[in-house]
């Protein structure tokens, strides 16, 4: 049975990739034990040892000292690379490791861009934003921003060549219909150093109500040009003018 936490399974992976003192830790078997006069597996001081280091590590893992956690399972791997249940207290003191770093470090908008925001920057998407879709191929024929370029989320890693790297000055904005996919591969891409990733906040279908709304129907939200502005080609810089608009929610809403 496929569990949901798929995301944290790659997250393990890329954060174990990119640790660079785990790194000094092999992985190739090794001989642990020694045998004595009998023929018999005896317990040397090296297995006491990481007894004694898997106990404290799981204290401190329970106290959310994960940094201590990972200190003291990696250098008890270094004497037995190849004990499994070791391993795996490792690679979870790792994860929680990184996804307190990443948790602690959220901003409140949670890297997304609003609505507004987006709409302003559209004389400049071309130069401000790399538009990321992440919906699946039939959804994005049925419709898209005008300049986004498609890879499903499930494929995004392995296309990292077409995405601007992170030194880049421009914004990968990860768009999908309702932002929810575009989160998991935010996540992701800020784990493995994206610091120019961001999300569009409530994704595609946000930005179609976005265009009904100003286009058609309501009086209540409108473009207008700032004063003293004049018309330039794609009618430069415009002000959302907001009563009753689509996006009313607090900045810390975690609706998506």
């Not at 003192?21 to 090296?46: C, L, M, W």
């Not at 007894?51 to 956690?69: C, L, N, T, V, Y």
């Not at 419709?143 to 060549?161: A, D, E, Q, T, Y």
Request: hydrophobic share 35%; charged share 30%; net charge positive.
């Amino acid at each position: 049975m496929k569990k949901p936490i798929y995301v944290l399974a790659v997250l393990l992976l890329l954060t174990g990739c990119n640790d660079r003192e785990a790194d000094k830790v092999s992985r190739s078997p090794q001989p642990v034990q020694t045998e004595g006069s009998t023929g018999q597996s005896t317990i040397t001081r090296n297995d006491f040892d990481r007894q004694q280091a898997m106990e404290q590590a799981r204290r401190d893992f329970s106290k959310s000292r994960f940094s201590k956690a990972v200190s003291l399972l990696r250098a008890a791997l270094q004497s037995d690379p190849v004990d499994m249940r070791l391993w795996a207290q490792y690679d979870r003191a790792l994860l929680a490791r990184a996804g307190d770093d990443y948790l602690e470090t959220v901003p409140k908008n949670r890297y997304r861009i609003n609505m507004k925001s987006f709409l302003l920057a559209e004389p400049f998407w071309s130069t401000k934003y790399f538009l990321l879709d992440v919906r699946e191929p039939e959804e994005f024929d049925r419709g898209h921003i005008k300049g986004s370029i498609n890879v499903p989320f499930r494929n995004v890693l392995k296309n990292l060549s077409l995405l601007p790297r992170p030194e880049d000055a421009v914004t990968l904005l990860i768009i999908c219909n309702t932002q929810h996919r575009a989160n998991h591969v935010l996540v992701v891409l800020r784990e493995i150093g994206y610091t120019n990733a961001y999300t569009l906040r409530g994704g595609y279908s946000n930005y179609i109500a976005w265009k009904k709304k100003l286009q058609g129907g309501d009086s209540g939200t409108r473009l207008e040009k700032k004063s003293g502005e004049g018309d330039g080609a794609g009618g430069k810089r415009r002000e959302i003018q907001k009563k009753n608009t689509l996006e009313e929610q607090p900045e810390e809403d975690f609706s998506c």
